[in-house]
């Protein structure tokens, strides 16, 4: 009986820490913007046309963002962003993969819904600093929601109907980030990272450089 008491207090005193271990832990939700810089694309070992195209070097991105540490070393990154990325095409015999050559010069822009799920690992071993640093490793889902096409001879915009193959990137993500909290309340954040395209068609590797802002509290 004096064992089963012991175990029970035991037993007792491990669900009281746990439970006031999750209300340290602190969350945040707020607002980014940033940029991602193309370094990589590949379309069919470049088939896709004998003209020359552009594709956007920098593409802009906003969304928002949810942190929450589940432990003073360890927390979970989500997002939800819009990605905008342009390409220009100049070129009098424009080729797709086996069709017959066409004139073309227009921009088209292309829309996507980013959703990154990070891992955050705390460098920092001091609770209490207001600097803290991170790295960052997950994974990307890219899903291509509008595509649109200007012709720059007529001013003429329309959609273009993408075919599913080409609506869905799969990325792996690596990154670097520094958070900063300001009165205990807002926490401000860089985020440096590369994106790698394992599974999309076109292939697209990217850097980016993410801005966050956020409001903080603990359970």
Known sequence: MQNMKKAMLLLALVLTSGFGFAQKGQQTVGLLMGVNRLTYFEFYDNEFRDGPFTESEFSPLAGVYYDYNISNRLGINLATRFLVSKTEYDCSECRFIDAPAFPLKSITKLSYLEIPVNLALNLNKKETASWKSYVLFGYTHSRLIQAKRTDLSTGKEEKLDISADFRTNHYLNAGYEVRHTIKDK??????????????????????????????????
């Open 186 to 219: 807002y926490e401000l954040a860089f985020n440096p990272y590369f994106q790698f395209d394992f599974l999309g068609a076109p292939t697209r590797n990217f850097l980016g450089l993410q801005v966050k802002i956020g409001k903080s509290w603990n359970r």
